[in-house]
C-alpha cells in the first residue's frame, strides 16, 4: 500500500486567505467604478436643475391657474408652423393666430422661444414679425437636430396674454414634428 504525504498531494492551485482577500477588492472595486462612471455620466447628461425654485412655483401655482382661464376665456388659436432647414441651420416658425370667431388677431406681439429640455446652452428665442394680417413669423438660427419646447407667448396692446408651450422634434433631415 502506498501513501502519500500532504505535500504531495497540494501541488496544484491552493485557496489561501490572501487570493480571496485580492478577490473581494477586486470585485469590489470593479463595482465601484462602475457606479462612479454610471454617476458621472448621469449628472453630467442631466443635472437635475428643473426649477431654481420649487417652493416658489408652487406657491404661484394658484396665480399660473388663474392665468389659463384667462387665456381660455379669451378665445384665441395660435396655430404654429416650424420648418427646420437642417442639421444645425435655422428655424422658421410661422403662427396664425385668429380669435374665437376664427376673425384673424393683428397688432399682437409675438415672441417664440425654442428650449431644449436637457441643455441650456441650445435656447433660442425669436420675435416674430406681422406680415399678413394675423400671420407672423420669424426665424431661430443655430439649433441641432432633437427635442425642444416651443414656447409662443402673444401679447396685444390692451395687454391680453396667450401662452403656449408644445414639444417639438427637429430631424436632421430639414423637418419638424
Known amino acids: 500500500m502506498t501513501t502519500m504525504s500532504l505535500q504531495e498531494r497540494s ?52 396665480s399660473v391657474l388663474e392665468a389659463a382661464e384667462t387665456q381660455r376665456a379669451l378665445g384665441w388659436r395660435l396655430d404654429e408652423q416650424v420648418v427646420s432647414s437642417g442639421p444645425a441651420g435655422g428655424v422658421a416658425i410661422r403662427i396664425d393666430a385668429n380669435d ?9 406681439s409675438v415672441v417664440a422661444t425654442l428650449a431644449s429640455p436637457t441643455h441650456d446652452g441650445l435656447d433660442r428665442r425669436a420675435t416674430l414679425r406681422e406680415g399678413e394680417v394675423g400671420l407672423y413669423t420669424g426665424t431661430a438660427e443655430g439649433l441641432p437636430a432633437g427635442q425642444y419646447d416651443l414656447a409662443i407667448e402673444a401679447t396685444s396692446g390692451s395687454g391680453e396674454v ?9 430631424s436632421e433631415t430639414g423637418g419638424a414634428q
Open 11 to 62: 501541488t496544484g492551485f491552493r485557496i489561501t486567505g490572501r487570493k480571496v482577500f485580492l478577490a473581494l477588492v477586486a470585485f469590489f472595486g470593479i463595482i465601484t467604478v462602475a457606479n462612479v462612471v454610471m454617476i458621472w455620466l448621469a449628472v453630467g447628461s442631466f443635472p437635475g436643475v428643473v426649477t431654481e425654485s420649487a417652493y416658489k412655483s408652487g406657491r404661484e401655482y394658484a
Open 100 to 108: 374665437r370667431t376664427g376673425a384673424p388677431l393683428s397688432g399682437l
Open 162 to 170: 396667450f401662452r403656449s408651450v408644445n414639444r417639438i422634434v427637429l
